[in-house]
């Protein structure tokens, strides 16, 4: 049996999204079924403690499933010494449209090529990063491609990989079920989930 064939049946086993990664879910119900006891006075709710309040407010926006993966990658960073806080995370369609106009018909520098529903940031599935230095947020840093290597080692898709628009502060948690759909696919798939009050990881 492959290891991804044992994740799988772990993930299965204890009720959580099967994908065959072992990212910050899988780790945190193991703890919880292994490690966290009744009455220890651990807290019954994740494993991942809470990032700053700034992040804690974009990640609250984000599907229930991404946010682990957001604390662990803030983790993740400042286990090296890099701080980063998670400044983008859900938008509305309108939102996504107003970024989209940015550099094209309103002021400001082009930072998108996705109008709304043609965005991951629109179904809570994606999130931005800052780098910040003595409380500075810095746009550009070396440390942003150090950050993308931890985020793909959790298992999420990294914006600084794609060829035609290179975003390396940009995140973004899969689901299961889009794994082998192209990016184009797998936003299609997720507006008619929207639109049919299906949920996006189920």
């Known amino acids: ?76 960073a400042s286990s090296i010494g890099i701080t980063i806080k998670i400044i983008s995370g859900l938008r509305t369609y309108a939102e996504q449209d107003a970024l989209y106009a940015q550099g094209r018909t309103a002021p400001g520098k082009i930072v998108t090529n996705a109008r709304g529903g043609h965005s991951n940031h629109n179904f809570g599935i994606a999130f931005d990063v800052g780098v910040f230095e003595e409380g500075e947020y810095l746009q550009d840093s070396p440390k942003y491609k150090a950050v993308g290597a931890l985020g793909v080692d959790l298992g999420l898709d990294w914006g600084g990989n794609w060829t035609t628009f290179h975003d390396e502060p940009h995140f973004q948690l899969r689901p299961s079920w889009a794994v082998n759909l192209s990016e184009d696919q797998m936003l299609a798939a997720m507006r008619s989930r929207i639109d049919e009050g299906q949920a996006i990881y189920a």
Do not use: H
């Open 1 to 76: 049996m492959r290891i991804e064939e044992m994740i799988a049946a772990v993930q299965r086993e204890l009720g959580i999204g099967v994908d065959g990664k072992a990212g910050p879910q899988t780790w945190g119900a193991i703890y919880q079924r292994l490690v966290v006891k009744p009455g220890n006075g651990q807290p019954a709710s994740g494993t991942i403690a809470p990032a700053d309040n700034r992040s804690e407010k974009v990640i609250a926006t984000l599907q229930a499933e991404a946010q682990p993966f957001a604390r662990a990658l803030v983790q993740k």
